[in-house]
């Protein structure tokens, strides 16, 4: 079965400084990947997505940049973080083997930007 | 602008009863639907996939979807507690493999 595993759970950071988060995918080969945040008692924002090895798609013009330096590897960066970088960042794959499948989220990294 | 809209709520529905969730999506062109369930600090979690007109059932779940209407539903049957949660709803845009996801309806089971 597939397993998606994201880390750090929580990550406490100073505005300014850089962040990395990673999520790796179990499996399955080829998925699309995606990367989320969500700020307190919002909605999901779609920030990038993949549909393959070094192939990333940006929703929403930020300090952010995310790569896929592996099938089933997906990094979330940044150089330098700022308070309304904070929030829960969710990783999320589905398969590529059908068109109409749906997303599945790992457990979310909690950002909080002091 | 491709776009999936829920009522925020909070939906207060007694132990027992039927909670209804309600959506409503704008491309005409979306052939799959979801709805996410998602606990307070939790990620969401996939409850029902539906992509036929009609319903759809799966335990005291059921998905109804009326593509003319461009309306899709949850309900839920004998309520739990354990259904507190926001529901996601989510539609699939096919042509650009991602899924576009409703701001959520936060449903509250009352005892």
Redesign the interface.
């Known amino acids: 079965s597939q397993t998606i595993h994201q880390w750090p759970a929580t990550l406490v950071q100073p505005v300014g400084s850089p962040l990395s988060l990673e999520c790796t995918v179990e499996g399955t080969s080829n998925p699309?990947l995606?990367w989320y945040r969500q700020a307190a008692g919002?909605?999901?924002q779609?920030l990038f997505?993949s549909?393959g090895i070094g192939q990333i798609?940006s929703e929403v013009p930020q300090n952010l940049s995310a790569s896929r330096p592996q099938d089933r590897q997906f990094i979330l960066s940044s150089k330098k973080l700022l308070l309304s970088d904070s929030g829960f960042y969710?990783c999320a794959w589905?398969t590529?083997q059908y068109?109409?499948?749906?997303?599945?989220?790992?457990?979310?990294t909690?950002l909080s930007i002091l | 602008q491709k776009e999936v809209e829920q009522n925020s709520g909070p939906l207060s529905v007694p132990e027992g009863a039927i909670a209804s969730l309600n959506c409503t999506y704008s491309d005409r062109v979306s052939?799959?639907f979801?709805w996410y369930r998602q606990y307070s600090?939790?990620?969401?979690?996939?409850i029902m996939?539906i992509?036929s007109n009609g319903d759809k059932e799966d335990g005291r779940f059921t998905a109804q979807l009326n593509k003319a209407s461009q309306y899709v539903s949850l309900l839920i049957r004998d309520s739990q507690p354990s259904d507190s949660a926001t529901y996601?709803c989510?539609s699939?845009y096919?042509s650009?493999?991602?899924?576009i996801?409703?701001?959520?309806t936060r449903l509250s089971i009352r005892p």
């Open positions: 699309n995606y919002r909605g999901l779609l997505y549909v798609s969710l589905s590529r068109s109409n499948q749906p997303q599945h989220f790992g457990d979310g909690r | 052939q799959s979801f600090g939790k990620s969401p979690e996939l996939s992509y996601l989510a699939l096919s650009a493999s991602k899924i996801f409703g701001s959520g």
